[in-house]
């Protein structure tokens, strides 16, 4: 590291309860700083996932819907045991922090949002890449193909989109990270667009099982990202499945991640989705 942040990073386990781990780190992967309680290797392993994180997640952001702007804001990864948080820190930089399940959420994110702006440029590390919203301008093509054929809609998925305002799409991917199915609004060339990516953040989320407290029996349930202009909500699906799922920023989102959640036994043939143990990766 160039520059040890570890003593600014403290800020969160200081002073947020149940707050466990914080780590800066630049968009290649390296990290800059991290608290007490973290091997060498685990900063080190935490860092280049969560590089490959918000690469991805800004990979999708067409996902959530035309924008002249599609910025993203944050990602967010739920286990049984524990959340991992991941924010932009200056251009370059990232933020990640991991807390237990009953942390306040937004106690946390106000810390490191603060923090963020305290320190400014501090934590700006120069880009070896150009601007990564760049990746979104690529599906706009795609967004715009045909609907998918109707062998490949999901009824259920369709009623559970259309019953809430502002939500958009949603794909069933196999263990394999293959479409199984989506909406009837989504063309078959954006699934299988939105797949490569989505399989990637499954892969990432479950990676970083062990910074959120690496207990043997963890469960990934879902995995959030945030952009300025929409959501997209990666969840269980039980047998190696996930749901991918996009929204426009004012749908309500706690209406729309129910509807998806009670949706997915009817999908799974083997019924209710049990989540997946995060450390399988």
């Given at each position: 590291m160039t520059t040890d942040m570890s003593w600014m990073v403290r800020d969160i386990v200081d002073n947020v309860p149940r707050a466990l781990h914080a780590v800066v780190l630049s968009a290649d992967g390296l990290p800059r700083g991290a608290t007490d309680g973290l091997t060498e290797k685990d900063v080190r392993t935490i860092s280049a996932a969560m590089a490959g994180m918000q690469s991805l997640s800004r990979a999708t952001a067409h996902f959530a819907g035309p924008a002249q702007e599609r910025r993203w804001n944050q990602t967010v990864i739920e286990f049984s045991h524990g959340w991992i948080f991941l924010i932009g820190a200056g251009q370059g930089a990232y933020l990640a922090a991991a807390a237990?399940?009953?942390?306040?959420?937004?106690?946390?994110?106000?810390?490191?949002?603060?923090?963020?702006?305290?320190?400014?440029?501090?934590?700006?590390?120069?880009?070896?890449?150009?601007?990564?919203?760049?990746?979104?301008?690529?599906?706009?093509?795609?967004?715009?193909?045909?609907?998918?054929?109707?062998?490949?809609?999901?009824p259920e998925l369709d009623k559970a989109v259309a019953d809430v305002p502002g939500a958009l799409h949603a794909v069933l991917l196999g263990s394999d990270g293959l479409p199984r199915g989506a909406t009837s609004g989504m063309s078959k060339d954006l699934a299988d667009t939105i797949a490569a990516a989505m399989t990637g953040i499954h892969s990432y989320s479950r990676v970083t099982s062990q910074f959120a407290g690496g207990l043997e029996d963890a469960e990934w349930r879902q995995t959030v990202i945030e952009f300025q202009h929409g959501w997209i909500f990666l969840i269980a699906a039980g047998d190696g499945a996930f749901l991918a799922a996009a929204a426009e920023h004012d749908c309500d989102i706690e209406e729309f991640t129910t509807r998806l959640h009670d949706v997915v036994p009817t999908l799974s043939a083997g019924g209710a989705p049990r989540g997946e143990r995060g450390g399988d990766a």
């Open positions: 237990e399940p009953d942390v306040d959420l937004q106690q946390i994110s106000f810390r490191m949002h603060r923090l963020v702006a305290r320190l400014g440029d501090n934590l700006t590390s120069p880009p070896r890449v150009r601007g990564a919203d760049e990746a979104g301008e690529d599906g706009e093509g795609v967004r715009r193909e045909g609907v998918s054929g109707s062998g490949f809609v999901l």
